[in-house]
């Protein structure tokens, strides 16, 4: 489409943009002039940094887990700006593969506070900064 010379607008490729790697492909395989991101940043909101080439530690990416919840809770309110964390939470690559987590998980899934749901996820990070 790009090649087209009667195509005068922007070109935006969209789909399975996880990566950097996937971004460099859009650009030089397909020409496009931007890319969308969506599901990819679901549990990893720093997926924006890292395709600029930083690499964030655990420590950071919660970090940027609790400045997300913080944000929800002041844009919206208390219960529905946890209520949306969560679902980013529950889709967190941080949190996969960490030997019996079903249950932390849970409770963090469940819990109804700022309070309460900052000391589950501080309890995580003690737990994978000290693996």
Avoid: C
């Avoid at 195509?7 to 969308?36: E, L």
């Amino acid at each position: 489409m790009k090649n087209n010379p009667r195509i005068q607008i922007p070109i935006i490729g969209n789909g399975d943009i996880k990566s950097a790697d996937d971004v460099r492909n859009a650009f030089d395989r397909y020409g496009v002039d931007a890319v969308m991101i969506g599901r990819a940043t679901f549990g990893a909101p720093w997926v924006f940094q890292e395709f600029k080439g930083g690499l964030l530690t655990i420590g950071e990416k919660i970090d940027i887990l609790l400045e997300q919840l913080h944000i929800n809770v002041e844009r919206i309110d208390e219960r529905r700006g946890i209520l949306h964390t969560r679902r980013h939470l529950a889709a967190s690559p941080i949190f996969k593969g960490i030997p019996d987590f079903r249950q932390t998980r849970i409770a963090m899934l469940r819990a109804e506070t700022v309070s309460e749901l900052t000391e589950i996820i501080e309890q995580v990070r003690k737990r994978l900064v000290s693996a």
